[in-house]
């Protein structure tokens, strides 16, 4: 067997690594040893604070105890408990470590850690999260409950599905239903609230039956009578309706008509082409809705943005589908200003000559970066497309 730390001819390097590493299980182990053979491992642990910030939930095993599991295993040389905040919030414990090497799963890779390591003069380098032998997969999400409810994502016309917006100019959202097979951060518009209620009403998987009804039973869940901010049904016909999905909204919470594709090869070229970028949860306290400018011309151009990227899907067409999820994009923010700041702007910025296309995860701000590219984007997480409605 190979030795897990393997003998370097020079000083041994020190790698770090961080994380909440909640529930231990096999995935975190199979990481924890890849990043050993970089040299000494030091663990650097979420608070429980941090945790509970980043997430909207505290850990399961608290930080002592999370830390003595993790110093107990051979290939870890050191764990600390991070003091600060955030998704930065080991810089302290990275200025005492002075690490050589910047370890991070795919998931946890985000282009700020990147340029944080190049400033520092730190190797960074990104695990494929490989199971070890003939091990399954794991993720602390899968070990809390084998949970097959979809996530979905917003590719064009997110705000429409407000009839605040849509009786200004009519329009459609489109909406992907993908396979869980990413732990998607909460707040970070991948419908991930709604999700939750649709496993407080289903458990663990989608009931059968006629998916617009499930669909319109999991939106009434989430707004009672009474609701002051009703979410848009977007999230629930997301998850819940299969496949690609065009959904018309003309001043109503529910929309008027509703296309459903589940094309193999049209789904295929999405999955091959739909790139994200982790930009980390939308702050608590957000307000999106400050400082809008909701207009008949900003929703009509939202609204043709949207209707020219379901044609140019449809038509497999890369450059028109770059072009109007961009629009789609533009047209948001010239509504909703609160949507992008300074620090998404300059994270466009990098890859504008990597993708045709890019956009924000939902229509609330942060979460993720997706972009429309020709060619794989280095670090970025691809997606699966569900292809049947249940499971």
């Not at 919030?89 to 985000?110: K, Y």
């Not at 009703?230 to 529910?254: C, E």
């Not at 140019?312 to 067409?317: N, T, V």
Request: hydrophobic share 40%; glycine share 8%; charged share 20%.
């Amino acid at each position: 067997m190979e030795d897990l730390v393997p003998t370097l001819p020079t000083a041994t390097k020190k790698v770090m690594v961080t994380g909440c590493f909640d529930l231990l299980h096999s995935g975190h182990v199979a990481f924890l040893r890849e990043a050993a053979k970089w040299g000494d491992l030091y663990v650097c642990i979420g608070s429980d604070e941090n945790v509970f910030h980043l997430k909207g939930r505290y850990p399961v095993n608290p930080q002592t105890e999370r830390q003595f599991m993790l110093q107990a295993l051979a290939c870890v040389h050191a764990v600390y408990v991070n003091s600060g905040m955030g998704m930065l919030d080991f810089l302290a414990e990275m200025d005492q470590i002075q690490p050589d090497v910047f370890f991070v799963n795919e998931d946890g890779h985000t282009p700020a850690k990147e340029e944080l390591c190049r400033g520092r003069n730190i190797a960074y380098e990104v695990s494929r999260r490989l199971p070890e032998g003939s091990l399954p997969i794991r993720s602390t999400t899968t070990l809390r409950v084998a949970c097959t409810i979809p996530f979905r994502i917003d590719l064009a016309g997110g705000w429409l599905d407000q009839p605040w917006v849509s009786a200004l100019h009519p329009g459609p959202v489109l909406t992907l239903s993908l396979e869980p097979t990413h732990d998607f951060n909460d707040r970070s518009g991948m419908a991930t609230s709604t999700r939750k209620k649709a496993m407080e009403l289903w458990h663990t998987a989608l009931p059968d039956g006629n998916p617009e009804q499930l669909a319109k039973i999991l939106f009434s869940f989430e707004n009672p009578p009474g609701t002051q901010e009703v979410s848009g049904s977007q999230d629930a016909l997301g998850i819940v309706l299969p496949g690609l999905n065009k959904l018309h909204y003309n001043d109503g919470y529910w929309p008027e008509q509703i296309e459903t594709e589940q094309d193999e090869s049209i789904l295929q070229w999405l999955e091959n082409h739909l790139y994200l970028v982790t930009l980390g949860p939308r702050a608590r306290g957000y307000q999106v809705l400050a400082d809008t400018h909701i207009t008949a011309q900003g929703a009509q151009k939202l609204a043709e943005a949207a209707d020219g990227c379901w044609l140019a899907i449809l038509k497999r067409d890369l450059g028109a589908f770059g072009h109007h999820f961009r629009q789609s994009f533009e047209a948001q923010i010239a509504m909703f200003p609160n949507m992008a700041d300074d620090e998404i702007f300059q994270m466009i910025e990098q890859y504008k000559t990597q993708a045709l296309g890019w956009k924000l995860s939902g229509a609330g701000g942060g979460g993720y970066l997706v972009l429309v590219s020709e060619h794989p984007i280095e670090r970025a997480i691809q997606v699966k497309a569900r292809r049947r409605a249940g499971y």
